[in-house]
Every structure is written in structure tokens, then in C-alpha cells.
């Protein structure tokens, strides 16, 4: 497969693109949640507060929208003022998650962009670089360990919300 490609079938992305855009950000926030929430700093989570980002993967037709906002990454709708966003390939975003592919490289040869607060998609790139991309590994969605980490988000929310 080449990493240039598209790979996802664009008759797939065409219908992709007509679905709801709101039910698969509130999704992707909740994923977000589970798998990285809390594994980010807390300088950077200061910085992402109200900003809302999206998330497009081109050749899938499909944007998340999202922000940070009381301790939690939530959906939002479509019509929202957008901070950043950051655009590519579905391919492309697997690549980097794997860490087979730099987001510079991809950056530069216009395969994955940003648009908006230069300041915000620097923040979001060193902090995506510094972490352990183990995080996104198939063994990390194993049903025990996501309903463990569902578990500790819901504690340290009553914990918050306590003190």
C-alpha cells in the first residue's frame, strides 16, 4: 500500500460525508476520553480549554469537532468556531499513530495540515510527539482495560466534583 493513497473507498467516504456530523464527534470526544485524556499535562490541557479543534480525515469524508472543556474532551456541533483543524488521510493518521510516518514529513509533502491558531497546532504536535504511541496499541482497546480506565475517569471525576 502506498502511504501517499488514499486507501478508503471514495464510494464509502461519499456516504460517510452525508451521516450527522454530531453523533461522531460526541464518539471520537468519548474516545478521546478513554485513551488519552489522561496521559496529557495539564499545561496543555490550560491551553486546549473552550478551544474547539477538529479532526478530518479527507478520503472518509468525515470531521470531529471537539473541545476541552471541565476536565473532559466533549462533541460538539458543526457551526462552532474552530481554533484548528487538523486534516489528512485515514492512512495518513494510522501512519502517525504507528509512528511509521513523522508529522513533518507528512506536513510538508501536504499530506496533513493545519488550519487555524499556529500556536495551538504547535501545542497539539509536540504534545501528540512526546507520547507513548503504546497508548493506541490494539491491546489498549481489550474490553478489561477500557472499562478500567472508564472506571478511574468516573472516580476522579466524583473526587473533582467532591472537593
Do not use: C
Amino acid at each position: 500500500m502506498n502511504p501517499g493513497s488514499t486507501s478508503f473507498p471514495a464510494s464509502l467516504g461519499r456516504l460517510l460525508a452525508r451521516l450527522p456530523a454530531y453523533p461522531g464527534s460526541v464518539l471520537f470526544a468519548s474516545g478521546l476520553n478513554l485513551a488519552l485524556a489522561q496521559h496529557l499535562p495539564a499545561d496543555t490541557l490550560h491551553m486546549l480549554e473552550n478551544r474547539v479543534l477538529r479532526i478530518q480525515a479527507r478520503d472518509a469524508g468525515v470531521a470531529f469537532d471537539f473541545v476541552w472543556r471541565k476536565g473532559k474532551f466533549t462533541g460538539v456541533a458543526p457551526g462552532s468556531d474552530i481554533a484548528l483543524t487538523i486534516a489528512a488521510n485515514l492512512l495518513d493518521f494510522y501512519l502517525l499513530i504507528q509512528r511509521k510516518e513523522d508529522p513533518d514529513t507528512l506536513f510538508f509533502s501536504r499530506r496533513l495540515t493545519m488550519e487555524g491558531d499556529t500556536e495551538l497546532g504547535l501545542l497539539v504536535k509536540n504534545t501528540l510527539d512526546a507520547l507513548d504511541m503504546a497508548l493506541f496499541s490494539p491491546d489498549q482497546l481489550a474490553p478489561v482495560k477500557v472499562f478500567g480506565r472508564l472506571s478511574t475517569l468516573r472516580k476522579s471525576r466524583v473526587n473533582r466534583a467532591a472537593g
